[in-house]
C-alpha cells in the first residue's frame, strides 16, 4: 500500500525559514533509512504559501485565482513523503521515527492513497490502468 506522510507547515516555513543544517542532517539520516529499506517513492518539502495559488471552481464553471499566502498554518502542508509499505501499522512505525526537528511541536498526517484495484472495474478504470503504465516510475501500472 502506498501512504503519504503529510508534514504540517509551521509560522517558520510559511515565513519562507530554511531548515538549519542540523535539521537537514537529521532529515538526511531518516530519508536514507526509509531509502535502505526500501519503502520510500518521493519526498519534497514545499515552498511558503506566498509561492502559490489556490484556484476555486464555482458555478457555471466559473475559475477564480487565488495568490498566496494563505492563513491558518496548521491547516497548511510544509512537506510530504510517500511511501510504500505492507500496512498502516508500518507507516506508522516510520512516521514515528521522524525526526523531532521536522514538526518542532506539531504532528505529522497519514494518508493512504486509493489505488485503482479499490475501484469497480470498467472501462475508465482499464483506461486508468493503461495510463498508469506509461507514467515514470510506473511498475506495470502498479504504483
Known amino acids: 500500500?502506498?501512504?503519504?506522510?503529510?508534514?504540517?507547515?509551521?509560522?517558520?516555513?510559511?515565513?519562507?525559514?530554511?531548515?538549519?543544517?542540523?535539521?537537514?542532517?537529521?532529515?538526511?539520516?531518516?530519508?536514507?533509512?526509509?531509502?535502505?529499506?526500501?519503502?520510500?517513492?518521493?519526498?519534497?518539502?514545499?515552498?511558503?504559501?506566498?509561492?502559490?495559488?489556490r484556484i476555486r471552481f464555482g458555478s457555471g464553471g466559473k475559475r477564480t485565482v487565488i495568490d498566496g499566502p494563505f492563513t491558518e498554518a496548521k491547516e497548511l502542508i510544509g512537506g510530504?513523503?510517500?511511501?510504500?509499505?505492507?500496512?498502516?501499522?508500518?507507516?506508522?512505525?516510520w512516521a514515528k521515527r521522524i525526526p523531532a526537528e521536522v514538526c518542532e511541536v506539531g504532528e505529522v498526517e497519514l494518508r493512504p492513497f486509493y489505488e485503482l484495484e479499490d475501484f469497480v472495474p470498467g472501462p475508465a478504470i482499464e483506461a486508468a490502468k493503461e495510463m498508469a503504465k506509461k507514467l515514470p516510475g510506473s511498475a506495470g501500472g502498479k504504483r
Open 80 to 93: 510530504y513523503w510517500i511511501l510504500q509499505v505492507k500496512s498502516k501499522e508500518e507507516a506508522i512505525e
Open 1 to 53: 500500500m502506498r501512504v503519504m506522510i503529510i508534514v504540517k507547515a509551521s509560522e517558520q516555513s510559511e515565513a519562507g525559514v530554511l531548515p538549519s543544517e542540523a535539521h537537514f542532517a537529521a532529515m538526511a539520516k531518516y530519508n536514507e533509512e526509509l531509502q535502505k529499506a526500501g519503502v520510500l517513492l518521493d519526498l519534497s518539502g514545499l515552498k511558503p504559501t506566498s509561492a502559490g495559488a
